[in-house]
């Protein structure tokens, strides 16, 4: 119990150190732009060219629980560098500016909301080599924050509750218009 509870303050003490760092008005890297890199062969692989059907969102999927064959729905919230992951939050939940998109400079980052409605609407979504290590790659294909995507995969839940759907697709089904001059973290 002791274990659980540590690792549980310590992904909290994490999450509040991004949260500093991404909050509203910031991208936490000083970079503007969206990535110019090409996305990996084995990145572009996992792109669908139809649309895979009925999907869960991110809060069902969690009260639903892990399965091997999911589909789950949701707005791309963070992208990490180097690799095909970020996290995936219920498109229920709205993002800062969608109202007045003038609103916000950095809608992708939710900073609206508290971080536990955060956290209660996220989960993580990756994509392993065919070695079942984290895939690397220079970008997403044409994929960016706010994108709602529909990712096929395994939904995985860890001892701490966390869940991760580890994607074999994706497809999005939607790109926000979103104004001019906004700072795309990259």
């Not at 999907?55 to 949701?74: C, F, R, W």
């Not at 095909?84 to 498109?91: E, G, H, P, R, S």
């Not at 209660?120 to 984290?134: T, Y």
Request: overall charge negative; some cysteine.
């Amino acid at each position: 119990m002791i274990r659980k509870t540590v690792a549980l303050l310590t992904t909290l003490a994490a999450f509040a150190a991004f949260a500093a760092l991404t909050a509203c008005g910031d991208t936490g890297n000083g970079k503007t732009g969206i990535p110019t890199a090409p996305p990996s062969g084995a990145a572009k692989a996992l792109v669908l060219t139809a649309d895979p059907g009925d999907a869960m969102s991110v809060v069902d999927a969690k009260v639903d629980g892990p399965k091997d064959a999911a589909i789950v729905t949701g707005r791309i919230r963070e992208i990490s560098a180097g690799v095909f992951a970020f996290t995936l939050i219920d498109d229920e939940l709205a993002y800062c500016g969608e109202v007045n998109p003038e609103d916000c400079k950095t809608p992708w980052d939710f900073c609206c909301d508290s971080p536990k409605t955060i956290t209660a609407n996220l989960m993580a979504v990756v994509a392993h080599d065919e070695n079942g290590k984290l895939l690397k790659t220079p970008a997403l294909p044409d994929l960016r924050n706010l994108d709602v995507v529909k990712i096929t995969g395994k939904l995985t839940q860890d001892e701490h509750g966390n869940f991760k759907l580890i994607a074999n697709g994706i497809y999005r089904v939607e790109r926000p218009q979103l104004p001019d001059g906004l700072l795309w973290p990259q």
